[in-house]
């Protein structure tokens, strides 16, 4: 089986869901998948609400998905909001991508629950607009 990638457009950005198996295929299948719908919709911000199931992928493939993604995102996604909500998987595996996204520089937090990750993107679309004044 493979992923299975929804999304709806609110209030500054694209919520996306996924589901399916928690294989490095299915991480970078629903990854493109995203990009091309934040190009097409033309939104570089993003929730992603992750729900794949089995074992956590280990670092090194975390690594790897990461540094090869996060360049091919630039300039169809700038902010991503992250929220893997299988409380199995790993929180230090979410942690490690943060900083190894935030390292390629793309603007990215993880957070425990959408409510906490729709607020971050609330408060950085505030900031940003304050900035441009």
């Not at 950005?13 to 097409?40: D, K």
């Not at 939104?43 to 090194?60: D, F, Y």
């Not at 790993?90 to 629950?113: C, H, K, P, Y």
């Not at 906490?116 to 607009?129: P, S």
Request: hydrophobic share 45%; with cysteine.
């Amino acid at each position: 089986m493979s992923h299975r990638l929804t999304f709806t457009k609110e209030d500054g950005h694209l919520h996306f869901r996924v589901e399916g198996p928690n294989t490095v295929a299915a991480t970078r299948g629903y990854l493109a998948e995203m990009r091309e719908t934040c190009q097409r919709e033309k939104c570089t911000v993003a929730l992603v609400e992750e729900n794949l199931t089995g074992p956590s992928i280990n670092l090194l493939e975390v690594f790897a998905i990461v540094s090869s993604e996060v360049p091919k995102a630039w300039p169809w996604v700038t902010q991503v909001a992250f929220v893997d909500v299988n409380p199995e998987h790993s929180w230090e595996n979410r942690a490690f991508a943060e900083d190894v996204a935030i390292n390629r520089g793309l603007m990215m937090r993880v957070f425990q629950t959408v409510a906490d990750a729709k607020e971050w993107l609330l408060k950085t679309a505030a900031e940003r607009i304050t900035a441009q004044k």
